[in-house]
C-alpha cells in the first residue's frame, strides 16, 4: 500500500530544504535570462509562475507538517511577492481546498482498522471520491444506518512518520536561526508547535475538542458546529456541513456579505475561548463556510489551545495600551504579557511606533481590512531599514502564548482577504478580557 511519505524521511527533509535552493537557482536563472536581452517583466512574471506552482506540487503531494506550513501562510497570503496575475495568491488559497487526495483504495484500510472490516454496515453509503483533502487526512461523504449525512474524515496512512520528518527540518532550520539571532527563541516555538501537530493527529481529541464547541454553540443565532457522530484514533465522523468557503466568498461576495460574515468570523475566533475554554488555533479560511443561512460554519477542531479562563487579560491590555501614548502604560502590559523581562530596559516609544500597525484597528469604531493595508503595515514591520525594526529583537514570545498571538495574526488576515468593514472597538471591548479595562476582564473571565 502506497502512503503519503512515498520518500524516505531523509528524502522528504531534503525536498522541503531545497525549496530555498530552489529559489536561489531561479534568481540566477533571472540573471542569466534578462543579461540575453529577454523583457525583464516576462522573465520576472515566468518565474514567479514556475515558483508558486513547484511550491503548490510540493506542499500539495506531501501532505504533513509541509502542507500545514502552506495552509497557515495561506491566511496571510497577501504578504507574498506581489504580481498583476495574481499567482502567489490563486496557488496560496488552492492550498485551502484544492489539494489532491489519495484513491479510496489507499485509505479503505484505516477505515478497516479503525472500524472494523466490516465498517460498511455503519456507513453503508460512502463516496470513494473524496470530498476534501487537507494536511493529515481527507474527507469522504457518506450516510450512516439511520440516514444522517455525515463527513468521514480519515487519516492518511504514514502521515505521523511524515510529520515527524517535517518537525526534524524544522527544529534544525530553527536552531540554526537561533544561533545567528539568540533573541529570537524558535526552538521553545518549535516545541510548542510539535505539541500542537501530535494533538491533531489524535481524531480522539479532536472529537472531545469539537463535541465541547457543537454543545456551546448548539442553536445559536450565528455560529453552526457539526455534531460528533463517532471518534475513533484516526477516523472521525461528523454532521455533514456544506456552505460556501470563505476563500470563495473573498472572491466572489459583495461587501455586504463579506462584512456580515468577518463579523460572525471575528466574534468567533475572540469569543470562542469564554464560551468554550479553548481557542480554535487553525484560523485559516479553509476551516469556515458561509451557510446559506447566513450563519458562520466551522470546521477542522484538530488545533485548539487550553484556555479554561478565556483570552488571558494581558493580551487585551497590551492591545488596549498600544492605543495610548504613555509609554509607562505600554511597558507595563508588554512585561505582564510576558513579552519583555522584568527589570530589562527597553525603548518603549520606538516599540510602539513599531507595533503601531498591529493595534491600528483596535483604534477604530469600524475598520475596513484589506489586502492593501495589510501588506503596508507588515512591509513596515519586517524592514530591516526601518530604524525600529531592532528595537522588535527586545521582545520575546513565551512559548505558551505562540498560538494566541498566531490566531491574532491569522484573524487580522483572513478579515484582509475578506476586505470587510466591521465594527471593531466595541466588539473588543465585549469580547476581548483586559481591553476595556481590568474589572471588566476579571468579571468576563
Do not use: C
Not at 482498522?113 to 460512502?126: E, I, R, S, V, Y
Amino acid at each position: 500500500m502506497t502512503t503519503v511519505p512515498a520518500w524516505t524521511a531523509s528524502r522528504r527533509s531534503l525536498r522541503l530544504l531545497g525549496l530555498p535552493a530552489w529559489a536561489a537557482a531561479d534568481s540566477v536563472r533571472g540573471i542569466v535570462r534578462r543579461s540575453l536581452g529577454n523583457d525583464p517583466e516576462l522573465v520576472r512574471r515566468e518565474l514567479r509562475t514556475d515558483a508558486a506552482a513547484r511550491t503548490r506540487r510540493m506542499l500539495g503531494d506531501m501532505k504533513g507538517g509541509a502542507l500545514k506550513a502552506g495552509q497557515l501562510l495561506s491566511t496571510v497570503e497577501m504578504l507574498f511577492p506581489q504580481d498583476p496575475e495574481q499567482t502567489w495568491r490563486d496557488t496560496l488559497t488552492s492550498l485551502q481546498e484544492g489539494v489532491p487526495a489519495l484513491p479510496f483504495d489507499q485509505v479503505e484500510p484505516v477505515l478497516a482498522d479503525q472500524l472494523g472490516p466490516d465498517w460498511a454496515t455503519t456507513l453503508p453509503k460512502l463516496d470513494e471520491q473524496a470530498a476534501a483533502a487537507a494536511s493529515l487526512g481527507q474527507v469522504h461523504r457518506a450516510r450512516t444506518r439511520d440516514g444522517r449525512d455525515v463527513a468521514v474524515k480519515i487519516q492518511y496512512p504514514g502521515v505521523a512518520e511524515a510529520l515527524a520528518a517535517d518537525i526534524r527540518v524544522l527544529a534544525v532550520v530553527s536552531g540554526a536561526v537561533s544561533r545567528l539571532a539568540p533573541r529570537i527563541a524558535l526552538p521553545p516555538l518549535v516545541t510548542e508547535l510539535r505539541v500542537r501537530l501530535l494533538e491533531e493527529l489524535d481524531y480522539v481529541h479532536e472529537g472531545a475538542v469539537q463535541r465541547r464547541f457543537a454543545e456551546a454553540y448548539r442553536d445559536d443565532a450565528q455560529v453552526e458546529v457539526p455534531r460528533v457522530v463517532l471518534a475513533r484514533p484516526r477516523v472521525l465522523v461528523t454532521g455533514w456541513m456544506g456552505g460556501t468557503p470563505l476563500a470563495t466568498v473573498a472572491e466572489t461576495g459583495d461587501q455586504t456579505t463579506r462584512d456580515d460574515v468577518a463579523l460572525r468570523y471575528q466574534r468567533f475566533m475572540l469569543g470562542g475561548p469564554a464560551r468554550t475554554g479553548l481557542l480554535h488555533t487553525d484560523p485559516h479560511p479553509g476551516n469556515f463556510r458561509l451557510l446559506p443561512d447566513g450563519r458562520l460554519g466551522v470546521l477542522d477542531f484538530g488545533s485548539s489551545l487550553a484556555l479554561p479562563g478565556g483570552l488571558p487579560p494581558s493580551f487585551g491590555a497590551l492591545i488596549a495600551a498600544l492605543q495610548s501614548e504613555s509609554p509607562d502604560e505600554v511597558t507595563t502590559a508588554l512585561v505582564d504579557a510576558g513579552l519583555v523581562a522584568p527589570g530589562r530596559t527597553i525603548e518603549t516609544t520606538k516599540l510602539m511606533d513599531y507595533l503601531a500597525p498591529f493595534s491600528e484597528p483596535a483604534g477604530h469604531e469600524t475598520f475596513h481590512y484589506t489586502r492593501a493595508w495589510l501588506r503596508e503595515a507588515f512591509g513596515r514591520v519586517n524592514d530591516p531599514r526601518n530604524p525600529d525594526f531592532a528595537v522588535a529583537l527586545q521582545l520575546t514570545i513565551p512559548a505558551d502564548q505562540l498560538f494566541t498571538h498566531r490566531v491574532w495574526l491569522g484573524v487580522v488576515g483572513v478579515l484582509s482577504q475578506l476586505e470587510a468593514v466591521v465594527p471593531v472597538r466595541a466588539e473588543l471591548e465585549q469580547l476581548l478580557p483586559g481591553f476595556a479595562d481590568p474589572g471588566r476582564a476579571d468579571a468576563h473571565r
